[in-house]
T-cell receptor, first 115, second 113 residues
């Protein structure tokens, strides 16, 4: 495992359906982050975990969004009752927590299209 | 609140020229400032970072400068090449609180041969 893996790469769903994305971080990284990126914008913070604990969730995240990292390894991001405004690239990243200088390693993202 | 402003949004230079991208941040407790390069359809990749106890850092053709007093930092690319063409994002983070990065809006750099 040499990087952050995300699955699926692309997802097309009808409005109102639920979707779930998966992220597998770099194995020794104990911090895992979810970001959302729309065209022409920088990544927007959604939530992050240290091990299995969800330490922060963006106020921009509605109740339709939930994330888990049950065993401190992979994480899932679920969006319920999808809306067209949810269409975006969902990026996962991981990092080591005890060294402030360590940057993120991003995954390739899951591109969600809500039709 | 936490905010990172990035300028310009687009930048076009001739091959061999220098490019400078500037960012300002609002949170004075920020102490770590990475820069990411994102090519079309690919993931953001870390290219250089700087901590708040350092004023400048250089890695070959890339350098970053930090002015804590003014709360701004800049990316400098010298001797630009067509493969430098991409979107560049700056970010800022509070090292001891949360660990999340706040990103700027991005700069689309185009290097013309």
């Amino acid at each position: 495992d040499t990087g952050v893996s995300q699955d699926p790469r692309h997802k097309i769903t009808k409005r109102g359906q639920n979707v779930t994305f998966r992220c597998d971080p770099i194995s020794e990284h104990n911090r895992l982050y979810w970001y959302r990126q729309t065209l022409g914008q920088g990544p927007e913070f959604l939530t992050y975990f240290q091990n299995e604990a969800q330490l922060e969730k963006s106020r921009l995240l509605s109740d339709r969004f939930s994330a888990e990292r049950p065993k401190g390894s992979f994480s899932t991001l679920e969006i319920q009752r999808t809306e067209q405004g949810d269409s975006a690239m969902y990026l996962c990243a991981s990092s080591l927590s005890w060294e402030v200088g360590y940057g993120y390693t991003f995954g390739s993202g899951t591109r969600l299209t809500v039709v | 609140g936490e905010n990172v402003e990035q300028h310009p949004s687009t930048l076009s230079v001739q091959e061999g020229d220098s490019a400078v991208i500037k960012c300002t941040y609002s949170d004075s407790a920020s102490n770590y400032f990475p820069w990411y390069k994102q090519e079309l359809g690919k993931r953001p990749q870390l290219i250089i970072d700087i901590r708040s106890n350092v004023g400048e850092k250089k890695d070959q053709r890339i350098a970053v400068t930090l002015n804590k007093t003014a709360k701004h930092f800049s990316l400098h690319i010298t001797e630009t090449q067509p493969e430098d063409s991409a979107v560049y994002f700056c970010a800022a983070r509070r090292g001891n609180q949360g660990g999340k990065l706040i990103f700027g809006q991005g700069t689309e750099l185009s290097v013309k041969p």
